[in-house]
């Protein structure tokens, strides 16, 4: 069974940065697998925020966060990054890694009900 655990969270002014880390288990090897942040503020649904398969590296993110959150993965260490910059307020949210099988190749925003595998989310606060 894949299991996901979030670190970094925290409190961020405007304009700051912050990393994410997942690191995933369970498995010997993720190869096929797409690994995804969600975020989800209070009131709102679950939202897509980045993913990236983890053979290849590929890497995909909704129009909300491109150009200022970069998604990576290490795959010796199996773990996954969200390198957030030029935060906002808005991206106040908490936040989720997820995991599925199967690779994703972009032309269409990826759901959270696909993905079976989450950890327990961390809240990200961005300050005015």
């Known amino acids: 069974q894949v299991q996901l655990e979030e670190s970094g969270g925290g409190l961020v002014q405007a304009g700051g940065s912050l990393r994410l880390s997942c690191a995933a288990s369970?498995?010997?090897?993720?190869?096929?697998?797409?690994m995804a942040w969600f975020r989800q503020a209070p009131g709102k649904d679950r939202e897509f925020g980045a993913a990236i398969n983890w053979s290849g590296g590929k890497d995909y993110y909704a129009d909300s966060v491109k150009g200022r959150f970069s998604i990576s993965r290490d795959t010796a260490e199996r773990t996954v990054h969200l390198h957030m910059h030029s935060l906002k307020p808005e991206d106040t949210a908490v936040y989720y890694c997820a995991a599925k099988p199967g690779p994703y190749f972009g032309g269409r925003t990826l759901s959270a009900s696909e993905f079976g595998s989450w950890g327990r989310g961390m809240q990200v606060t961005v300050s005015q």
């Open positions: 369970g498995r010997t090897t993720f190869t096929g697998y797409t």
